[in-house]
Structures are given as structure tokens and as C-alpha cells.
């Protein structure tokens, strides 16, 4: 007896298997990549299947068939399920929620790939009555046999039926009766048609970007370049080069881009310099625009394809080249549920499409740099600004010498008077949104705490709250402490604090306060930056999200109020992701004809790590970061997983990690350091207490070997169900 096939199929549960079926009963066997529906328990679920086999450990009797397939053909080819798979093994995360997280919503909810388009068209029989004979008694019926008659024999969309002969729904079951019109449905697939326009011409080249082209090589296949160069060093205009050389060979570019970074003057640059419209995909769209785009790319009628981080799943027809834009940004890597570093995916997966990647930063990431010097990547300098521009200056105030009122220092005060003075715009960059971060009893110092977290109240303004930026609770704004009865102050400055003594100090000019709270309203954001960018605003203030990707041809001056919450972080990433900060911030000032001018207020002027930065610039920074890191055995010298846990109870946590601890002993590692369990740094978030167990090696492979041997254990451990956890590979932040 011929052994019938079984098929393989991921399903988004929280388990690190795929699950066999039999296939229904007298249909076609679904291919790989299809999307079947199935029993799943006493429930129906979508699943996928990933490949079909001859055998299985549940015996043939109790397998049971899948309920329907959904998709007549594979929405997903092989090297996409290549990379899903890879995913998965890499991350220790269960196939079927690396597939949800690869798709679009609307294919994961099960909706069909393609759309449908229903159609009426004239039948034989109905061509071959007279019109004028219909007229008489059914003009209307005439009418519409007149305009199908008309058109294409694949007769005409509903929809446009609608615009052209609005009545045609009341005689449609009439004429159907007489068999004189049909309907039918036609999918499509290539709906997404990008729009082409004429492509600009850029400019001349200077000698360091043509030495960037002649480097990266389009025909060699797989190689990583990284390049690195300052914000308006000309490496998007690079970036563009390569891109139209691909796109001219009828291939594909995926270009990816961290969250804050799809600034819609990154779009409209690369519009009007390759003619195309890109394909986005990224949160802020809608479902079906989403899954257009999607298809597009899928298909291959979207030649340039332009998302944040989930968009390194994209099908692609024919990939020629992958760009990744800021690859030093945390935004690439998700921090929930399947934590991926799309800029590593997207290395993997240029390596198996055997495709060139490019990536970018002014600030690389400290691991991209080490593989630079082990060879593994090519690394590429754009050292001078493109055109005209100069870098700017930067200086430090002490706060000691220079106490700050109201945040702002005499020095920086004097600074911003000259800059606008001369008709130059200011930016004012703090990373703490709302208006104070703190409330403090000032009788005896009691501050207001969250319920729910390790963590104090952020003072809100506008409509006076409290609010926690960890789980989100607020709560009115108290005045009187609880336990003295005292007053309660605002302490310390956030950007709407900064916002309003700006005001006082400038009353004749326009401040535009750009953070998470003021933009929070669709399209608020673009506004806001269309403005600071036309000029109208002459004082900006904004958190990090104004530091990334904005050009402002008039800033001449960017503020830093507050540089040491990175001089002192716990966190072996902290001065890495500070000089990049600040860097990132003072890439903002004198693009154009004007040098910039950058001015930092600190408490500590004399740390090492000014005079680094000072001196020698992220260069520097990041190669007494390299040997740090490398004195302390940490990555990029060793790789890390964390496996968190979080419980409404303390002991719950910990005895699933004591557990975890065991089992990853027993699985005898020696390779393998275990550190932990411990408290994570803010332990109770959201009313729940997280702890955290790291594993660290020198050797990746030990190290997967042993999380591989884990994962299964942990899944069906009882202490399990009593805990959220998680496996975070390579996480980038040690809470
Ligand atoms: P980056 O992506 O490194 O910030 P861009 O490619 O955006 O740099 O270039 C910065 C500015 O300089 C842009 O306005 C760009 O049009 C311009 N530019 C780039 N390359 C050149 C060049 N070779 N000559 C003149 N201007 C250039
Ligand atoms: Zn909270």
C-alpha cells in the first residue's frame, strides 16, 4: 500500500513544531506554501504547510485531514520558507508564529491572496438581440446590453458598472433570467502598478562616492558592504546609483529603513531620482494597501520595495540588491514576541538569495565594525560632507559653572539668541517627552510612584495627568503628598516643560515641540515636519524622534539639554548608543550653505568619554568601545541569550528560570557561561515580576546547541504555565 502523504504545517501556537495532517479527501495536495485550514484542537486554525512527507510519528489513524486549503497555489516559494525556517532556528521561536509575523494581517486572518473582481459581461444570446426592438419596451436594459456589447469580451467590473450606469443592479436578475448577460470573477494579481515619472538627474559624483560604486559590486553575487559615512556625507545619493542600475536589469531592490527613518522626504528623493513609486510597507498603512504593496512585490510588479523592519519577510520576484538605511538602529531589532534583527535576516537572507547588501550608517553598529575587521564585511568611508557643507562644531557647557534655569544654560541661551538673530532655525533636543519626570514632595521628598511598575510618574501637561511611560497607567496630577501632607513640584524637564520656558525666554517666535504626544494624531507628524522643514518654526524641541533622518536646510544650532542619562547607563551597549545619539542629533545642524554649531550641557565635562568623541569622533568611541567590550568577553567577543520570565509572583519567575538553570546544566555546556537568575533592572512592570537568566558563549554554535536542547524542555514544563517567557538571541538590551 502506497504510503499517503502528509503534510507538515506551521501553526501560530506558542509550540516549537509543526503539526501533521492528511490531506483532504479528493483535492488537489497543497504544495508547500500554501495556506490550508485545519482542526486544531476543538478549534479551526490557518496554518501553512511547510513541506509534505512520507511518514509521521502520530500513528496514520489518529492524523486527522486538514478542512480546505486556501490557496490554490503557494503564496510563499521556496526561499521564502527558506527564510522562515531559518528564522525560526535561529531565534528558537516556533515556526508557526514566525510565519504570522511574516505575513501581512489580511493573509494571516486568511483572507485570499488575490483579489477577486466580479465582472458582467454580454452572453452570445444577448449580443444577438436588437437593441432598437428593447428599447421600446426596456431602454434600460438596452442601454446596458449596448455597453457591454461595447467594451472587452472580459466584460466590465462591477464597480465600474456602478459609476458608469447607475441602475444596472434593478435589471441585472432580469437579463440574467434571459441568459443575455453573465457574471464572473477574474482575480489579479499585478493590481499594484507602481507610478512612474520622469527620474531627475543627481549630481556629479565627488571622488569617495565613485570610489563607494566602483567597490560594490552588482554581479558578483552575495558580499556585504558597509558604508559609512556622516549624516550629508552623499550616501543616499550612492544608495541611488546602485539602485538604478538594478532596477535597469529588471530587478528588484528591498530598501530597509528603520521606523522613524520613512520620512516621506526619504520617499519623495527616491521617487524623483528613479521614477518609481515605491512599494512601502510599514505599520501606519492600511490592511489592503499593506497586502497590495505585498503582492506587488511578490509578483515582481513592484520594482522597488521600501518598508521598516517586518519587511525583510517580503516575497521578492527577482531580488537583485538589499539596502539597509541606519543599520546601527535599535528599531530593526523587535524587542516582543519573535525578537529578530531584521538587518541580520537580511544579511542571511541576501546570502542564500546570493544577492549584494549595502549597509549604512554614520554611526555603525560596534558588531558591523568587528566584522570589517575580520574581513567578513567590506567596509567603505564617505569621510567629507557631499557638496558645500562643513561639519559642525561641537562644545560642551558645564552645568556646574553654568546652572541651567528652566533646563537651559546662560551659554546656550546667548547661542540660541545669535542663531536666530541671523535667521537660523534651533533645535532643542531632550529624550524625555511630557513635562516634568518627576513629582516630589518638597517637604519630604516622597516621589509619585506607578501601582504597577518600579518607576515614577512622568508629569503631563495640556491635560494635566500622571503618566507611566512603561505600562501606560495615569492618573490626575496630585498637589498634596501622601504621606506628609506636603506639596507637591514638577522636578526636572521634559520636552513640553522645555517647551513652555523657551516660550517665555522667545515669546516673539514659533516653537513647534515634536515627540511621541504631539504627533500622536495620524499625519500630525508630517505636518509638523513639513512645517520645521519650510522654516516656519524658527525654535524646534523634540525627543530622539526629530534626531533620525529629517533635513532642515536652515538649522544652524542643536541644543543636547541633558547628555549624561548615557554617561553612566548599566547597560555594556550605553556609550555606543550614546555617541550615536548625539551624533545622530548634531547631524542635524548646517547641512546645507551654513556651519552648524552643536552644544552639549553636561554635569560631568571631565568624563573620558568627551574627550573620545571630542577628538577623535565615533571612530575613536567605538574603538575603545571595541576593546572594552573585548577585555569583558562581550559581544561582538562572545554571543548572549536572555531567557525572561515575568509573573504575577515573584517566585514564579524565579523558579522557572531556577528551572531553566538546571536544565541547561544537565544539558552540560561547558562552553556555555549561565548567569543568573536574576531581578531584571526595573523588576516589576505592568504588575508583573521580571526576571531574567543570561546565557553567554564565545562559541555561537554551543550556545545554539544548547537553547535548541532547551526550548522543548521549557514548553512543556509545568512551572511554564504560570510564566510568560522568552528567548531573546543576541538581544540588544540586558532588561
Ligand atoms: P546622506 O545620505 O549621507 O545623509 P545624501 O546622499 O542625502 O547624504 O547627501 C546630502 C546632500 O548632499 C543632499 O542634498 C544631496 O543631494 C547632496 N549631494 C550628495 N552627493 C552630492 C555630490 N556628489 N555633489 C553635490 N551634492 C551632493
Ligand atoms: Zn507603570
Known amino acids: 500500500m502506497s504510503a499517503s502523504p502528509i503534510l507538515q504545517v506551521a501553526i501560530n501556537a506558542p509550540l516549537s513544531r509543526l503539526f501533521d495532517y492528511l490531506p483532504a479527501a479528493g483535492s488537489p495536495l497543497p504544495e508547500p506554501g500554501c495556506r490550508v485550514l485545519v482542526p486544531f484542537g476543538r478549534q479551526r486554525q490557518i496554518g501553512m504547510v511547510i513541506s509534505q512527507a512520507t511518514e509521521s510519528a502520530v500513528s496514520l489513524n489518529k492524523l486527522r485531514r486538514i478542512s480546505a486549503t486556501i490557496d490554490p497555489e503557494p503564496v510563499l516559494r521556496e526561499q521564502d520558507i527558506w527564510l522562515i525556517r531559518f528564522t525560526s532556528d535561529y531565534y528558537h521561536h516556533p515556526l508557526g508564529e514566525v510565519v504570522a509575523a511574516a505575513l501581512p494581517a489580511l493573509l494571516r486572518q486568511g483572507k485570499p491572496l488575490n483579489s477577486v473582481t466580479q465582472r458582467l459581461a454580454i452572453t452570445g444570446e444577448g449580443a444577438a438581440q436588437s437593441l432598437s426592438v428593447i428599447a421600446r419596451r426596456a431602454p434600460k436594459q438596452a442601454e446596458l446590453l449596448n455597453l457591454l456589447g461595447g467594451s472587452a469580451s472580459d466584460g466590465v467590473p462591477f464597480s465600474e458598472l456602478d459609476e458608469l450606469m447607475p441602475g444596472w443592479r434593478r435589471i441585472r436578475k432580469t437579463m440574467l433570467d434571459k441568459s443575455w448577460i453573465r457574471i464572473f470573477e477574474s482575480t489579479s494579481e499585478t493590481e499594484y502598478e507602481p507610478q512612474l515619472t520622469a527620474a531627475s538627474d543627481g549630481p556629479i559624483l565627488n571622488a569617495d562616492q565613485n570610489k563607494a560604486l566602483q567597490a560594490i559590486s552588482l554581479d558578483a553575487g552575495f558580499g556585504v558592504s558597509l558604508l559609512e559615512g556622516g549624516t550629508g556625507s552623499g550616501k543616499?545619493?550612492?544608495?541611488?546609483?546602485?539602485?538604478?542600475?538594478?532596477?535597469?536589469?529588471?530587478?528588484?531592490?528591498?530598501?530597509?529603513?528603520?521606523?522613524?527613518?520613512?520620512?516621506?522626504?526619504?520617499?519623495?528623493?527616491?521617487?524623483?531620482?528613479?521614477?518609481?513609486?515605491?512599494?512601502?510597507?510599514?505599520?501606519s498603512l492600511t490592511d489592503s494597501v499593506r497586502l497590495a504593496a505585498w503582492r506587488g512585490a511578490r509578483c515582481g510588479s513592484a520594482p522597488l520595495v521600501l518598508g521598516t523592519r517586518s519587511a525583510v519577510f517580503t516575497p521578492l520576484r527577482n531580488p537583485g540588491l538589499i539596502v539597509v538605511d541606519e543599520e546601527h538602529d535599535t528599531s530593526f531589532k523587535q524587542q516582543e514576541g519573535l525578537r529578530y534583527s531584521a538587518r541580520d535576516l537580511a544579511i542571511a537572507r541576501a546570502k542564500h538569495l546570493d544577492v549584494p547588501i549595502v549597509l549604512g550608517s554614520a554611526t555603525p553598529s560596534i558588531e558591523s565594525l568587528q566584522h570589517c575587521s575580520d574581513g567578513m564585511y567590506q567596509h567603505i568611508s564617505l569621510p567629507t560632507r557631499a557638496g558645500n557643507a562643513v561639519p559642525p562644531l561641537m562644545r560642551l557647557v558645564d552645568l556646574n559653572q553654568h546652572p541651567p534655569q528652566d533646563g537651559i544654560s546662560q551659554p546656550l541661551l546667548d547661542a540660541i539668541e545669535v542663531n536666530l538673530r541671523s535667521g537660523g532655525q534651533v533645535l532643542i533636543f531632550l529624550n524625555r517627552r511630557g513635562f516634568a519626570p518627576t513629582l516630589i514632595c518638597s517637604n519630604c521628598g516622597h516621589v509619585a510612584e506607578c501601582r504597577r511598575c518600579d518607576a515614577r510618574m512622568t508629569v503631563h501637561s495640556g491635560e494635566p495627568k500622571l503618566l507611566c511611560h512603561h505600562c501606560g497607567a495615569s492618573r490626575p496630577v496630585e498637589s498634596q503628598c501622601p504621606e506628609c501632607d506636603g506639596q507637591f513640584r514638577p522636578l526636572g524637564h521634559g520636552t513640553e516643560r522645555l517647551e513652555e520656558s523657551l516660550n517665555q525666554h522667545f515669546p516673539d517666535k514659533t516653537i513647534t515641540r515634536i515627540d511621541s504626544d504631539s504627533t500622536r494624531l495620524k499625519d500630525t507628524m508630517n505636518k509638523a515636519l513639513a512645517s520645521a522643514t519650510r522654516g516656519d518654526a524658527q525654535i524646534l524641541v523634540g525627543t530622539q524622534m526629530l534626531s533620525k533622518g529629517h533635513h532642515f536646510p536652515n538649522l544652524t544650532l542643536v541644543g543636547v539639554i541633558n547628555a549624561d542619562q548615557g554617561l553612566f547607563g548599566t547597560d555594556f551597549r550605553s556609550s555606543e548608543r550614546m555617541s550615536q545619539g548625539l551624533i545622530q542629533v548634531a547631524g542635524r545642524s548646517g547641512r546645507e550653505q551654513r556651519q552648524g554649531e552643536v552644544i552639549i550641557q553636561t554635569g560631568f565635562p571631565k568624563h573620558p568619554f568627551w574627550n573620545e568623541l571630542f577628538s577623535g569622533g565615533y571612530d575613536h568611541v567605538a574603538r575603545s568601545v571595541l576593546r572594552e567590550r573585548e577585555a569583558a568577553a562581550w559581544p561582538p567577543f562572545s554571543r548572549l541569550a536572555l531567557i525572561r520570565a515575568a509573573a504575577h509572583k515573584r517566585s514564579d519567575a524565579r523558579r522557572f528560570l531556577e528551572i531553566a538553570r538546571e536544565k541547561a546544566e544537565a544539558a552540560g555546556?561547558?562552553?556555555?557561561?549561565?548567569?543568573?537568575?536574576?531581578?531584571?533592572?526595573?523588576?516589576?512592570?505592568?504588575?508583573?515580576?521580571?526576571?531574567?537568566?543570561?546565557?553567554?558563549?564565545?562559541?555561537?554554535?554551543?550556545?545554539?546547541r544548547l537553547l535548541q536542547a532547551l526550548r522543548p524542555q521549557l514548553e512543556s514544563d509545568t512551572t511554564a504555565r504560570r510564566v510568560r517567557w522568552s528567548m531573546d538571541v543576541d538581544p540588544i538590551e540586558l532588561f
Open 236 to 283: 543616499t545619493e550612492v544608495y541611488v546609483r546602485l539602485m538604478k542600475d538594478v532596477l535597469a536589469s529588471g530587478r528588484q531592490v528591498l530598501v530597509l529603513v528603520p521606523e522613524i527613518g520613512l520620512t516621506p522626504q526619504f520617499v519623495s528623493r527616491l521617487k524623483e531620482r528613479l521614477g518609481i513609486e515605491p512599494a512601502l510597507l510599514h505599520s
Open 669 to 704: 555546556s561547558s562552553n556555555v557561561r549561565i548567569l543568573g537568575p536574576v531581578s531584571a533592572p526595573m523588576e516589576r512592570r505592568a504588575g508583573r515580576y521580571h526576571a531574567q537568566l543570561l546565557l553567554q558563549s564565545p562559541d555561537r554554535q554551543a550556545l545554539h
